[in-house]
């Protein structure tokens, strides 16, 4: 049968409109993937200095280092926020109060580790996991237990229902820093009280031990601090995007 002029006109008009929605779908598909907000939380700042190495270097200043690190990092399409942008307080329920308000889908709290042995190293990955039994005696020296805040349960219980992938982030940034540093890695669940309130994936990142002289001259090189952004980035992307690159069974260790 043929065709007059009009018909192909209409039917040229209708592919190039089906062309046109197909590309807008398929830019709107693509984005999404990286339309994420992580909310990264400098630990400490203003009078509290945090950890203080043996030459001189404060905790505070290492985070707010690491956050900018990782916040250049991240690719386009990442929204980024901080708990605080410059050398000031912030209470430590704000920290998630501001994560939540700001819909993010991850949480990060950056921190310096500390010890009464010198030779303490490596990195530290915390999830949050409330205790059977309160014991005040072991925590991790970044921030205060949820235990001291009982009379806030529901606060203490909004982290529990995303335990499973906030103990999944910490593996994704586990292996990614092991890609680049043989320094043992903990991962392990605590009852830390920066997370408790935080309604996404949480994890708190204990970068080294600043007590540790040595650890401390290698904190304080930029270029040691921008791998360990890399991988943060990585394992981050890792989590929100493409989980492909770690097996099941790696994820469970």
Not at 6 to 16: E, G, K, P, S
């Amino acid at each position: 049968m043929k065709r007059g002029p009009f018909a192909l006109v209409i039917l040229t008009a209708f592919l190039l409109v089906t062309l046109g929605l197909l590309s807008v779908f398929a830019n709107a598909s693509s984005g999404s993937s990286t339309d994420r907000t992580v909310f990264i939380d400098p630990g400490h700042g203003g009078e509290d200095t945090g950890t203080r190495g043996p030459g001189g270097t404060f905790e505070k200043d290492v985070n707010l280092k690491l956050a900018r690190l990782i916040l250049d990092r991240l690719p386009q399409g990442y929204h980024c926020k901080l708990s605080r942008s410059d050398n000031y307080a912030v209470d430590i329920f704000d920290r998630t109060s501001l994560a939540n308000e700001a819909k993010a889908d991850l949480f990060f709290s950056l921190h310096v580790n500390g010890s009464f042995r010198n030779a303490a190293n490596g990195f530290s990955l915390y999830y949050f996991e409330a205790p059977a039994k309160p014991d005040l005696s072991d925590h991790p020296a970044a921030e205060h237990s949820a235990d001291l805040v009982n009379d806030r349960d529901p606060w203490h219980r909004v982290q529990l229902k995303h335990f499973s992938e906030s103990r999944q982030l910490a593996r994704f940034i586990r292996n990614r820093l092991g890609q680049f540093s043989d320094q043992p890695t903990v991962v392990s669940g605590a009852d830390v009280l920066v997370l408790a309130g935080a309604d996404m994936p949480a994890i708190l990142f204990e970068v080294g031990c600043l007590t540790n002289p040595l650890e401390e001259k290698k904190i304080r090189d930029g270029t040691y601090l921008t791998r360990i952004a890399d991988a943060i980035g990585a394992g981050i992307k890792d989590f929100l995007g493409d989980n492909s690159g770690i097996s099941s069974m790696d994820l469970h260790q």
